[in-house]
């Protein structure tokens, strides 16, 4: 994945450092740029296509025309020509239609559904949960309306507990209905929080108590966010663990008359935490001259599991070294080879919260996180020093970090690609679609070449569930392409945005930074000199972007304190970054269109034409940038 | 009264489970009649079980039916139900073998702890086919260094006909496989080609 930062960054610097540099010479009255006239009636009417396209997706968000016209380049460079305004106008509407029937197809369980709704801010079909239930009846008839009437947190599928905890807050039920999905959703998400924030201070020792925590864990998951899901699953594994091994350990001291391991039990069975509880039952182990692997990789690191900077930084060396030689022979690998005769291999370690590994396009480092690689060497009862010294325990986290390093090297193709093609990089569900594929495929291909990777993948499985995942994963690969990709979409990337949905938003926020400064700057026309000075002359020179954000009160209040030169930088960045995102779009459109069809293609091989009719054979997926 | 209903909601929350609605027994399902044209088939299914189609999609990949999905229970995982026509010319399989082969195969990795049961005949509706069940897993939440293995159960029925085939598919987490397997077993009793 790329780190959370840069879905901040829709605007790319270079853009609106040009269009900041380029304002001085440039003035425009209190409606912007001039408008180029509008067709007259009589010849919009004869253009059927144009009504067609009109009625089809302007008024109607149908998401089957609106593919049409994504697809055809063609029209979309005549209308731009003849009416760029109405152009803009379609290929918003266009780009939310398509992305909203693909959020709706792509969830059948309501909870996933949710969060990607939860990430649609700027959505206008969303914006009435009625709206949207219209628009899935009209467009979608097979998107059944009690799993989207569940998703919107309709009040009728709201458990007790939430229904409680709301009418407390005093809501009720007609309150309820007449509320926006994003008001409904934040009032949920406090609910599950709190949930989960009492969850995670309990330390259980029983069988029991670990099985009323793991109700409450079940009935607060459909409201989390996707990071506070895998908190809490981390959070779970180390108290099931510590559960489990207070009886195992129960049983073995059973009989025995060492007061030590006693005493170390009794603290282990006392001990206010879960992390405290696993420090107590790992030094048992070592007291029986026993190994509890769960227990091993779910304990506090030992001081000797620990990095310090010297050691990360020997690591780093040691992986953007083994990395090169490992790639060899598969497609993914191939390609990133080539990559990297141009480009620059770095590989580091470093404690990035819970994500396993991500691109980091500021320093343009594959990171892979430390606290995976601690776990590796807990697992395995090694140290850092052994890791950087043995290399046989180094080859082994090498071979087992290998898929996730080649996934966050996609994500360093896909960044510099979108340089090379002067588009913004956006980071969108698809990128990680065509990440995840080419990590699958690639341990598809490497396990048919390359023995070790395959003993590794056989062997890990029973250590690591991460392993058993990625096998899993490749399975489902090549057992059903399509049904891989939906998969990826609606349980491992939810919240994030498609491609549409990604120009969309974008499209949006522009408008609204553009409606937003023009407003301000109409303000302040109508302000005295001497108060209108202090803003000419002062005032700060950012310029603030609208993220996403569910209420622009917010944004229009820290446009009070911008200097007015540079909020008119700023109308002319947003309208041209309106303006460009068709364009940005396209090249984003063919790559998807371009990775689908060369996965399609190696695994039709792999599989030895057993596939189904093949919708492929077009040249492979453009690399990336050379620099 | 505000004070008493303040009360109870704290006693809810106190105790969350009595809040989720329990699945109800098979004794006591109710099924209505699907009849899907496009996919050639009816079949009776559970009442009250979402129901998810993408006919853009279908008429892509050639692959038409309902994906339903039922009531979660202790957990994340609902039981699902599909019901699939494979049109000649499909984007999946080019024939009901060509798809047995590829799912019976072990994987190029076989998963460790995955089970896949020998096939065994089958038929529904005077159409005659293969059967078998594979015992796998579920990662909750995906891609975590601390992702839960759920197991889980799933039962395939491929029913060959004069073109193209139909794949029928239960699946549900193992521990409540048995509670919602009558729902399965009433869409093939009732199953009928169009």
Known sequence: ?627 | MRAASVCVAAALLACPSMGTAKPAKEKKMAYTSLDLKQGLFRCDIPAGWGQARDEREEARTKVQGVHLIGPKEKGPLAPTLSLRYFASGNTVAQTADAYLKRQLEPGLVPLKGEKTSEPKKASAAGLAGFSFVRDTFEFIPPRSMDTKRIPVREEYVILERKEGFFVLLFKAPSASFKRWRPAFQRALDTFQPL
């Open chain 1, 1 to 627: 994945m790329f780190p959370d930062y840069t879905i901040s960054m829709p605007v790319p610097p270079i853009l609106l450092g040009a269009c900041l540099a380029l304002f001085s010479s440039l003035s425009y009255g209190e409606d912007g740029p001039k408008k180029p006239p509008e067709k007259p009636a009589a010849e919009e009417a004869a253009d059927p296509q144009l009504a067609g396209y009109e009625r089809d997706i302007g008024t109607d968000f149908n998401p089957a025309v609106a593919e049409e016209f994504l697809r055809d380049t063609a029209f979309q460079e005549r209308l731009k020509k003849s009416d760029p305004a109405k152009y803009q106008r379609l290929f918003k509407a266009a780009t939310e239609a398509k992305d909203m029937e693909t959020v709706l197809k792509a969830y059948d369980d309501p909870s996933k559904l949710r969060l990607a709704l939860a990430s649609h801010t700027r959505s206008q079909l969303l914006s009435d949960p009625a709206k949207l239930k219209e628009w899935a009846r009209q467009n979608m008839p097979g998107v059944d309306p009690a799993a989207l009437e569940e998703a919107l947190w309709g009040w009728g599928h709201l458990s007790f507990s939430q229904q409680a905890y709301l009418s407390m807050k005093g809501f009720d039920q007609d309150k309820w209905e007449k509320m926006g999905f994003f008001e409904r959703d934040k009032l949920v998400l406090d609910w599950g929080t709190g949930l989960m924030d009492g969850l995670m201070q309990k330390a259980p020792k029983t069988k029991a108590q670990f099985e009323e925590m793991d109700k409450i864990r079940w009935e607060a998951w459909g409201a989390l966010r996707v990071d506070q899901r895998r908190a809490l699953g981390e959070y779970m594994k180390k108290a099931d663990t510590a559960v489990q091994s207070i009886a195992e350990v129960e049983k073995k001291l059973k009989a025995s008359k060492d007061p030590k391991l006693k005493a170390m039990l009794a603290s282990a069975k006392s001990a206010g935490s879960v992390d405290a509880t696993l420090t107590h039952l790992s030094g048992i182990y070592d007291g029986l001259g026993m190994t509890n692997t769960a227990v091993a990789v779910n304990r506090p690191a030992h001081a000797d599991e620990q990095f310090n900077e010297g050691a990360r930084s020997a690591l780093s060396s040691m992986f953007a070294t083994d990395f090169r030689k490992r790639l060899e022979g598969t497609t993914a690998g191939d390609a990133a080879l080539a990559f990297y005769e141009k480009n620059p291999l770095q590989i580091a370690v470093r404690d990035i919260g819970t994500p396993l590994a991500h691109y980091d396009p500021g320093t343009k480092e594959l990171v892979l996180n430390e606290k995976y690689v601690r776990k590796y060497l807990q697992a395995s009862g090694k140290t850092v020093g052994d890791l950087l010294t043995d290399k046989k325990v180094f080859d082994g986290l090498a071979m087992e970090a290998l898929p996730t390093l080649l996934h966050e090297s996609v994500h360093q193709q896909q960044h510099a690609w979108a340089l090379q093609q002067k588009v913004p990089v956006w980071f969108h569900q698809d990128m990680e679609v065509e990440a995840m594929s080419m990590e699958s495929l690639f341990i598809l291909e490497k396990a048919r070449s390359d023995p070790a990777f395959k003993k590794m993948l056989d062997e890990g499985q029973a250590r690591s569930t991460l392993i058993s995942e990625s096998v899993a994963l490749s399975n489902s690969l090549y057992r059903d392409v399509d049904a891989f990709r939906s998969m990826i979409r609606a349980d491992y990337y939810p919240a994030l945005h498609t491609l549409e949905g990604r120009s969309y938003h974008d499209s949006a926020n522009a408008e609204t930074v553009a409606g937003l400064v023009k407003a301000e700057l109409a303000r302040r026309d109508g302000l005295s000199a001497s108060a209108r000075r202090p803003l000419d002359e002062g005032g700060s020179m950012e310029s603030p972007w609208f993220y996403n954000q569910t209420d622009p009160e917010a944004y229009r209040k820290s446009l009070e304190g911008i200097n007015t030169a540079a909020l008119r930088g700023l109308l002319i960045g947003a309208q041209g970054y309106g303006g460009a995102i068709p364009g940005y779009y396209q090249p984003n459109l063919q790559r998807r269109d371009a990775s689908e069809r060369l996965v399609d293609k190696r695994i039709q091989e792999i599989r030895g034409g057993t596939g189904g009719a093949s919708r492929l054979r077009e040249p492979p997926l453009p690399p990336g940038g050379g620099g």
